[in-house]
């Protein structure tokens, strides 16, 4: 089998995430680090891999499209296990949407299927900094792949997929066979720390760089200045003001949130 | 003046509540069209109640063909409805189906996409979104500048607004390809009721956390003496305490409510990505130094197996 992962490199949530004065979002002046939410994904890549008939024979691949430093999100997946690297870079991709980036992930997909082709594409449910949840579905409208999505639980079988999903008004099961594109939510279970091993094993993996050209994508498709959507202004949210904190004592807690949640007439 | 497509969010045929809100924002924009796509037999109910919220045509779609595929049908459907009627914006809800369909619809139409917008107003360019991002911390002004502008929209960001449409049933066959019944619905066991308000849509949520030790009686309890939807952290449903579906966060749900009440919860970032933006904040919390209290209007320091149940009580009884 053979397994692509995509992996994104976003500003880290816990620092001070911000924009540059063009309204893209700072990845370079701001720590970064693999997606939390593309750890679950790698997991799953893994889990496949080491529950499949014939582990040696399947590859797991790294797949990031970003920016130089980007390489860390891909160095991180290979620690934890996967067998191959990729980073797409090109200062012509800063700045893309969504439907550039899926482009640029789909040619990618597709070159790194050249010689054996991609039975399985995972994703994680969301980017941690985009939040949009549509690069999945957009990967499997541009490689015209089946898509399910959201999963909560995986099983394959031979080239059958079958997930649960919890949805808003219903959990499901669903599948559909490979090829396809597969994402997962952080309900799949805890991914895998690197071991020491897996740190120093990583370093002897294959890890590729691309560029456009490599890609055969004009370079004029995607980018910021050709972006399809376009953001006009930014504005940090105001600090919320300082409220009112009272110590409960001897009950005088209860009594205190009864009168502020009468005095805004919530009751 | 241009149609807007407004995709009806429906469970058998009962429509939801954002397809309203969906509506009175395609009338900032044009006219609203809205898209049925289900069963033959409940369309005519669905057409019904969407002409009250305003809208001008509504397009229904049979499903049996496609009924128990994933979205991209839906997608297909769309694409061949904007295609003939080359609409203004294309308006859905954003759910994780809705922003799947948005996000196939935008390569079939090589049309700009916007997700999870909290507001879209009109403007001479098009439609201006506003959407929160990085947890909340920022809002963003967007605009589509390539195709039709594809708009997926949060829950509340509009009120509903009641007024007759004209209303107009028309018909629509889509044709579907093989391609895009490929991935199938095995097995669905539609979620039960809890009797409470629906998360997304309450104005006021009472959330519990890891505090809670596994004992949501005191949250419910308060959550029913203030006709409250029931919210968790995330720590508190991986412990199993609640179903998946009452999260907030990050990778739960977003919620904006009036007010906001969370109880034994730390207020980590990925917590409070999903409920930043809430009116009015109010926790209790054991420990001063929690930093939820540094998003809060007012804050108990206290145990929230004391606090909550003496305020039910006192609570119910102001409302007698
Ligand atoms: C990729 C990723 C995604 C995530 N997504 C989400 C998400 O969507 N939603 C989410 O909530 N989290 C999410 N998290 C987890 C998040 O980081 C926190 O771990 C989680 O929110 C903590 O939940 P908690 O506040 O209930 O527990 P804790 O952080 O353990 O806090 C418990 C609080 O309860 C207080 N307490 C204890 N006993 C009492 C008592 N008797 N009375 C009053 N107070 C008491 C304690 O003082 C403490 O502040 C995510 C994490 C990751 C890595
Ligand atoms: N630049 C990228 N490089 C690699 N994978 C990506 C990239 N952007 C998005 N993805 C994948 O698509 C998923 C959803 O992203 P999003 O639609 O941005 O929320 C992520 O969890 C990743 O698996």
Redesign the pocket.
Known sequence: MNIVVCVKHVPDATADRRFESDNTVDRVGVDGLLS??DEYAVEQALQIKEKSDNPEETKVTALCVGPEKAVDAVRKALQMGADEGILVSDEAIAGSDYVATSLVLAKAISKAGEERAVDLVICGMAS?DAAGSVVPAMLAEQLNLPQVTFASVVETQGDQVRVKRDGDTATEVIGGTMPLVLSVT?QTGEARYPSFKGIMAAKKKPLETWSLSDLGVDAGDVGLSVAWTQVEDTTERPPRSAGEIVKDEDGSGATALTEFLASKKFI | MSEVLVLIDHVDGAVRKPTYELLAIAKRLGEPSAVFIGGADQASGAAEAVKKYGAEKVYTVDDTEIKGYLVAPKAEVLQQLAEKTSPAAILISSSFEGKEIAGRLAIKLKSGIITDAVDVQSSEGGPVTTQSVFAGNFTVQAKVTKGTPIITVKPNAAAPEEGDGAGAVEEFAATISDAAKSAKIVASQPRQASGRPELTEAAIVVAG???T?GNFEPIEGFADALGAAVG?????VDSGWTPHTF??????KTVSPQLYVA?????????R??MQTSKTIVA????DE?P?FELVDFGVV????TVLPAATEQINKRKG
Not at chain 2, 232 to 236: G, I, K, L
Not at chain 2, 247 to 252: E, R, S, V
Not at chain 2, 263 to 271: D, F, L, P
Not at chain 2, 302 to 305: E, M, T, V
């Open positions: 939390e939410l941690t952080d | 956390g890891r505090g030790g968790a952290s995330r720590a508190a999260q907030i966060g990050q990778t739960g109880n034994g919860i730390s207020g980590a970032i990925q917590h990505a999903g209790v919390n054991k420990d929690a939820i206290g145990d929230l197996h």
